[in-house]
């Protein structure tokens, strides 16, 4: 699925300040490299529906056996493997003989005391990687994951690996001995050890889906096969909310244009940014914040809400978010399925220009029957002049204004809204009553 730098900006797919990052919400690894893999895996939303489901089995099956994941192999461990590889170590005697090993410690301490400390946690990571074989072997693992368990396999199979997984957990190992497992970690089998630590940053990325679609009860959505756009969700909400509200929704070709209506703060923003996430969940094979979700493949997602100047440049609120409608345009027209979310349609210049623009971009839009669009806007008088067209579905939030105070239900409406409340809470919060006095 196609998604672009705004895109994935717009709906907090990653965010530096980490309350505000989809990402680092369902983030549940313990290593660095588990960490990138699966940031690669939120990076590439698929395109391919056999991917999607085969992602969906492997985090089906890992749900199975979440408690029996190895608590052995910590960011730690790899961290010091890593650095073991690369230290510029004084070569380990070929033939390790007691004298030979007696005066290699004597003779080169400070890196037999890196070999003593660094083999420790060699022996963690295979052993961790010796009860993940185990589980492979009872559990029925689809294809692609079935590979890198064979890849364990083949290499735990070989004698000196197989010796340092089977060592006991916190035991001594002799002077020979970590001799031994050094010379071999640092020649033979040092391309192995990489690929294992590898394999294991994408086993833990797949394993850290899995424990967040436990965690936050998260739905496998279902997709269907078709030509057309199609959308519907029961209990869908943003998964970053701690309190959420859930909504009900669903968009198909006969209605396949939200126009999404209410005050500010009543919910239409969260909504949008909402479905964009869940999405973009159910494209990388992830469980979504809904009872049910079921949809179509998207071939794409793009987002219009974040628009912002750039001063650099000498460019315009207005003239970005035209330019961000220009590329929309130029990209769906392409008959192939997109999800365009649009929040708060030309904010950057007066009300009546405002206007004439919405209605020309939503004119336009509405001709595009493959892809689904929700837009929200302020502007609420041109929806009289849409209700003509029978594929543009119209829905508010309400707001109830009760002596100064705000109310929101955030629960979707059928209709327009026509509530204003900007002056409302300009009153509430003293700021009429301070320049009254000025």
Known sequence: MQIDKITFNDISIFHTEEEFSIFHKLNFTRTQ????????????????????????RIIRTLLDHLPEWPTEITNGTVLVMDKFLDYNLDPVPVTRSALNSITYKLFHSQDYSMVKYSVRHFADFYRGLKKLSRLFTIAELPPQFQFYADRINK??????????????????LTLQQNLYFAHYLRTQYKSDTLEMIDVYGRLEAWYSMAVAVKTFGLAFPKFRDGDQPFFQAEGLHHILLDKPVSYDLIMNPDQNFLFLTGANMAGKSTLI????????????????????????????LLTNINVTDNIVKGESYFYNEVQRIKTTIEKINDGRKWLVLIDELFKGTNVQDAMKCSLAVIRGLIKIKNSLFILSTHLYEIGD???????????????????????????????ISNDRIGYVILRREKVVEMLEKL
């Not at 588990?34 to 969906?56: A, M, V, Y």
């Not at 159910?282 to 998207?298: C, D, K, N, Q, Y």
């Open 33 to 56: 490299v588990g960490k990138e893999w699966l940031r690669h895996f939120f990076s590439q939303p698929h395109s391919d529906l056999g991917k999607i489901k085969g992602t969906q």
């Open 155 to 172: 290499v735990l199979a070989e004698a000196p690996l197989q010796q340092l997984s089977l060592t006991n957990p916190g035991g001594a």
């Open 273 to 300: 940014k909402a479905i964009g996430s869940c999405v973009f969940l159910a494209h990388i094979g992830m469980g979504v914040p809904a009872r049910s979700l079921e949809l179509t493949l998207f071939d794409g």
């Open 385 to 415: 002049e849409l209700q003509s067209y029978p594929n543009i579905a119209f829905k508010y939030f309400e707001t109830d204004v009760t002596d100064d105070q705000l109310a929101f239900s955030y629960q979707l409406k059928e209709g």
